[in-house]
């Protein structure tokens, strides 16, 4: 029977420790839960009386004070390490809130996947931000509960002791910083710091051709706290809307890996094979880039390439119009000057020369109000003035 232990990294940030676990302690659980806060090295006296003052209402609650100094990469992977011990482990870092609903979520979803090889993970956060394009993302609904993405998530995650072993004995061999220069890791992700845990998890799903279980209705939320490892000020950008079902008679349909298409990669686009299905293309390779954020290198490995970059000779072309991204390639618009998207043949693109899709316009189509009215024009004045 998978019973993850919940475990916490902490260091300084006594509030947003408190709140985190005040939010723990509101969830439900089927059963007596293991608790673990581990303190890093040097956290600070207020974090350490927040930690031991704790009254944990689900089960045992184990301090542990870390004796030298681990900073954040290390201090995740120890933390993870528990999985080991207790045959699964969900980490939640000082900055998160969580769901009523996020262990249920969690401890099914790792009973579930627990035979499917391809899934690395399970993540409790349900993406809204494209951080390599910097705007929103929508992943294409289905009747399930979650879909699978090539990309790591570090804002409340789970995995089982087989999942994160792979993943160790992987990294054991694969710390050179050489392995972060494989082509479909974006170049956002590989300037992250050298304190980061999640490159090389990302460089791993990559080699491995592994996913991350998202869902649709996130369990845990980023609250943007000052004085992160990698935040440095408040803000909310990746804040996003908790589920708030609490019970064990929690609703959850989880997508068989083999026979579900909606899976993305790690610049959260959609992959091949689902878009080739819209185009009339099933058996063909195709790679798909509709933020516009991949490299050429990239886009010349396959055979098509549907993107928002304007090269010359289309073979086809579709709108911005319909939400999400992928929907535009199966409906017809009667736009005629909406074109957006194009389909190139690779082998007939006789120069690699382009023009960049429109920021704006991407981010207009994502907005739910006009972000060029005049009222909100004034209002970013009056608040540049005010910077």
């Known amino acids: 029977m998978v019973n993850p232990a919940v475990v916490i990294p902490a260091f300084k940030r006594e509030k947003s420790l408190g709140r985190l676990l005040h939010s723990v302690n509101q969830a439900y659980y089927p059963e007596s839960v293991q608790l673990i806060i581990s303190l890093d090295f040097g956290a600070t006296e207020d974090v350490k009386k927040t930690a031991q003052n704790f009254d944990f209402k689900h089960g045992s609650v184990q301090i542990i004070e870390q004796t030298k100094k681990l900073g954040l990469k290390d201090h995740i992977m120890v933390c993870a390490d528990f999985s080991l011990q207790y045959g699964s482990v969900i980490v939640l870092e000082e900055d998160l809130i969580v769901s009523p609903g996020y262990y249920n979520y969690a401890k099914k979803a790792l009973d579930y996947y627990d035979n499917e090889n391809s899934v690395a993970g399970i993540s409790l956060y349900s993406q809204r931000f494209n951080e390599t394009a910097q705007l929103p993302f929508e992943a294409l609904k289905t009747e399930c509960s979650a879909y699978f993405m090539k990309l790591v998530c570090s804002w409340g995650q789970a995995w089982s002791s087989k999942q994160w072993k792979e993943f160790k004995d992987w990294y054991s061999d694969n710390q050179s910083t050489s392995i972060l220069n494989t082509i479909e890791l974006p170049e956002n992700v590989k300037d992250w710091s050298k304190n980061s845990w999640k490159k090389y998890f990302n460089a791993y799903l990559i080699k491995k051709d592994k996913y991350v279980v998202y869902p649709y209705n996130s369990y845990s939320t980023h609250c943007g706290d000052e004085e992160g490892e990698h935040i440095r000020k408040l803000g909310n950008l990746f804040q996003v809307p908790l589920s708030g079902i609490i019970s064990n008679s929690q609703y959850v349909q989880f997508p068989n890996f083999t026979n579900h298409l909606i899976k993305y990669d790690m610049h959260m686009e959609s992959s091949g094979d689902f878009v080739g299905r819209l185009l ?82 991407l981010a207009q189509y994502f907005s739910y109000q006009n972000i060029l009215s005049g009222k909100i024009l004034r209002s970013f004045l009056q608040y540049m003035m005010g910077k």
Do not use: A, C
């Not at 290198?297 to 709108?319: G, H, T």
């Not at 020369?353 to 704006?360: G, I, M, R, V």
């Open 280 to 361: 009339g293309l099933e058996n063909e390779n195709i790679e798909v880039d509709l933020y516009g954020t991949k490299s050429i290198n990239q886009l010349l490995e396959s055979d098509y390439i549907l993107s928002s970059k304007k090269f010359s000779s289309p073979i086809q072309s579709f709108p911005l119009q319909f939400k999400p991204l992928e929907l535009n390639m199966k409906f017809e618009s009667y736009e005629t000057e909406s074109q957006f998207f194009y389909l190139y043949k690779t082998n007939d693109l006789n120069e690699v020369n382009f023009k960049k899709p429109n920021h704006l316009r």
